[in-house]
């Protein structure tokens, strides 16, 4: 009897196993991002176009429904034009350190993501592996780079929120400000949010989808910058306070996906 149940064992064993890795597949993905900030100090910002690209692991745990993670680089970011005839307000521009509506550029702040979702898709399509699906989830993003950098007259401090007015001339005791430069002290190295999507899969292989990413966690540190553009102004003839903005990401996604060893 022992001879003919271990054996038997075995194989049903054996077979789990090639069920459950049938059912696992990985892939690659690409696309585009169009970012912005949501939050009080959000004012005049503009979407960011950047780009996403990574791996995808899928775990069937049905026909219908299965666990995707994925590690996916990721450009988000804002940008903010200022001139003297709007309310976009540098703070200080470099040729004379003059406080005030002068002065006109772009200010462009790109941040650099390691963004790991684990959704949960739902298939709305046939067993051919074609048709819709939905999918949803947590994600955690992890902060890689960060670059600040204004053209046209070169504002050495960018105001954000409330504090963006001409009709301010004199310094308020605190004033939020965004970072002009690549450090990432000031930022929050890991970012928590979620993940909702829709997309349609043409071939068992290959797949488009639209999703929108916002986050729940703060872009910036609670608390005051310390970049070392704002210390010039935070010493005895000006006596800034420059806050770090209340603003979270929020990014819609489009991408391309392919999946190996589809048939």
């Known amino acids: ?5 271990l054996p038997l064992a075995l194989l049903l064993g054996t077979g789990t196993v090639a069920r459950a890795q049938s059912g696992i597949q990985f892939g690659l993905k690409a696309g585009a991002n169009l970012s912005g900030y949501t939050g009080s ?3 005049d910002t503009k979407a960011k176009v950047g780009l996403n690209a990574g791996f995808t692991a899928n775990f069937a745990l049905s026909d219908l429904i299965s666990i995707q993670p994925e590690v996916l680089f990721s450009q988000k970011g804002t940008q903010l034009d200022y001139n003297q005839d709007n309310s976009d307000l540098p703070v200080f521009i470099n040729s004379g350190n003059t406080y005030g509506p002068i002065g006109s550029g772009t200010y462009s702040q790109t941040l650099s993501y390691l963004d790991v979702p684990v959704l949960v898709r739902v298939n709305l399509g046939g067993n051919n592996g074609t048709g819709f699906f939905v999918e949803v989830g947590p994600q955690v993003s992890f902060l890689l780079a960060q670059r600040g950098e204004v053209s046209g007259d070169k504002a050495t401090v960018v105001l954000g929120g409330p504090d963006r007015s001409k009709n301010s001339t004199t310094i308020r ?5 965004f970072t002009v430069d690549n450090t990432t002290n000031d930022f929050n190295k890991a970012v928590f949010g979620y993940a909702v999507g829709l997309g349609y899969r043409l071939t068992s292989a ?9 986050d729940i966690s703060r ?4 608390g005051e910058g310390t970049a070392a553009a704002l210390k010039p102004y935070q010493g005895k003839s000006y006596s800034a306070t420059f806050l770090n903005p209340t603003v979270r990401s929020s990014t819609f996604q489009l991408q391309v996906g392919y999946v190996f060893g589809s048939k």
């Open 1 to 5: 009897m022992q001879k003919i149940i």
């Open 41 to 43: 100090d959000n004012t």
């Open 173 to 177: 005791p605190t004033l939020h400000a």
């Open 206 to 214: 290959l797949s488009l989808n639209v999703r929108y990413t916002g």
């Open 219 to 222: 872009v910036y540190k609670e």
